[in-house]
């Protein structure tokens, strides 16, 4: 009876250190796989904060050049120079307070 005893032991010994030693591994891999896919996404937010901003450096450089990506012009007309525009549309709203006001007047 002795020896089988000693034996269950030296069987649950070495049960004990494969499990141990798997579980080691396996929380390796995870914890690898876990730091490759944090690096991945970190490198993906890199290049996309860089295409942004690259994509903002073009815009602005546009818009100083008088030329916006962003613009809607209508098909066949030529895009107005912005001080022009700006001229233009404080004029109207210059004629929209005057017929506002006479608007206002004639009323009361």
């Not at 993906?44 to 818009?63: D, G, N, S, W, Y």
């Not at 916006?68 to 107005?80: D, K, R, Y």
């Not at 700006?86 to 109207?92: C, H, M, N, V």
């Amino acid at each position: 009876m002795n020896n089988h005893v000693i034996h269950a032991f030296f069987v649950g010994r070495a049960l004990a250190q494969a499990i141990n030693e798997q579980v080691e591994e396996a929380l390796t891999n995870a914890l690898s796989e876990l730091g490759k896919f944090d690096a991945e996404q970190r490198e993906r937010l890199r290049q996309f904060t860089q295409e942004v901003m690259e994509r903002a450096e073009r815009e602005a450089e546009a818009a100083v050049a008088g030329r916006t990506t962003t613009a809607i012009v209508p098909h066949g007309s030529q895009p107005l120079d912005l001080q022009v525009t700006i001229d233009e549309l404080r004029a109207e709203v210059a004629r929209l307070r005057a017929e506002l006001q006479r608007y206002r007047s004639s009323s009361v």
